[in-house]
């Protein structure tokens, strides 16, 4: 599975982002799909996540974050509304695919950078 991620850039704290992952595959068969960020000299950080029809944000997010699915266009989004200077990282999409055997393959887009300025 290729991930491409977009939608990142410069905004001021309080304005609006949406972040897209298109995957190269219907995102159906997928077992799950999420969007991470990672600050620099910081770990990676689950933000979102999606899977079937279930989906949650991390509790630093929510209320502010939400993440959504075009199963038609293979897409998933995060759509970040007031956001603050805390929320700049570089955001990474995430699939995972559950093989017949019971593994689960991971998958990382190349991330898009936000940044969120005071």
């Known amino acids: 599975v290729q991930l491409q991620a977009s939608g990142g850039g410069l905004v001021q704290a309080g304005g609006s982002l949406r972040l897209s992952c298109a995957a190269s595959?219907?995102?159906?068969?997928?077992?799950?799909m999420g969007w991470y960020r990672q600050a620099p000299g910081k770990q990676r950080d689950l933000v979102a996540i999606t899977s079937g029809e279930n989906t949650d944000v991390v509790d630093s997010v929510k209320g502010r974050f939400s993440i959504s699915r075009d199963n038609a266009a293979a897409t998933v989004y995060l759509q970040m509304n007031s956001l603050k200077p805390e929320d700049t990282a570089k955001y990474y999409c995430?699939?995972?695919?559950?093989?017949?055997?019971?593994?689960?393959?991971?998958?990382w887009g190349q991330g898009t950078q936000v940044t969120v300025s005071s």
């Open positions: 595959r219907s995102i159906d068969s997928l077992n799950s």
């Open positions: 995430r699939a995972t695919v559950r093989t017949v055997l019971g593994l689960t393959q991971i998958y």
